[in-house]
């Protein structure tokens, strides 16, 4: 039997001016514990840029080493994704919490030491 193909999971943020749309559900997340993750508490899931779909208007939060903007809802500011500023990284961060029917008990959670970074 052939697998079935991923079933493509979708989100948004609290007041639905931003949707999200992954190919498939996370079997994994990132739990980090750097300045700004430990106070949006944001479960990070990751992508190929070019694999998930944002529609709406986001605003970009740019610290640090300023090599990625944190993406955010600007009417309700649910923290939705991540991406690059212009290094190509392969990947893209999404915020599991915001895909319908995410269960934190359901997939590992790993936890990555930011702060330490
Ligand atoms: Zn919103």
Same mark, same amino acid.
């Given at each position: $039997?052939? +697998? ?17 749309? /992954?190919?498939?559900?996370? +079997? ?7 300045? #700004?993750? %430990? =106070?949006?508490? *944001? #479960?990070?899931?990751?992508?190929? &840029? @070019? ?5 709406? +208007?986001? =605003?970009?939060? /740019?610290?640090?080493? =300023? ?7 600007? /009417?309700?500011?649910? #923290?939705?994704?991540? %991406?690059?500023?212009? +290094?190509?990284?392969?990947? $893209? @961060? $999404?915020?599991? %919490?915001? #895909?319908?029917?995410?269960?934190? &008990?359901? /997939?590992?959670? %790993?936890?990555?030491?930011? *702060?330490?970074?």
């Amino acid at each position: $039997m052939p +697998e079935a193909a991923p079933t493509p999971i979708t989100g948004s943020c609290h007041c639905g001016a931003v949707t999200l749309t /992954v190919p498939h559900a996370p +079997e994994w997340v990132n739990s980090c514990n750097c300045s #700004l993750c %430990r =106070r949006t508490g *944001a #479960l990070m899931a990751y992508y190929p &840029d @070019g694999a998930v779909k944002v529609t709406g +208007e986001t =605003r970009a939060y /740019v610290w640090g080493d =300023r090599t990625i903007g944190i993406h955010h809802c600007p /009417v309700c500011g649910c #923290l939705t994704h991540w %991406r690059t500023l212009g +290094e190509d990284f392969g990947k $893209m @961060g $999404m915020n599991a %919490r915001l #895909l319908d029917g995410f269960d934190p &008990d359901a /997939v590992e959670v %790993r936890k990555v030491d930011g *702060a330490s970074w």
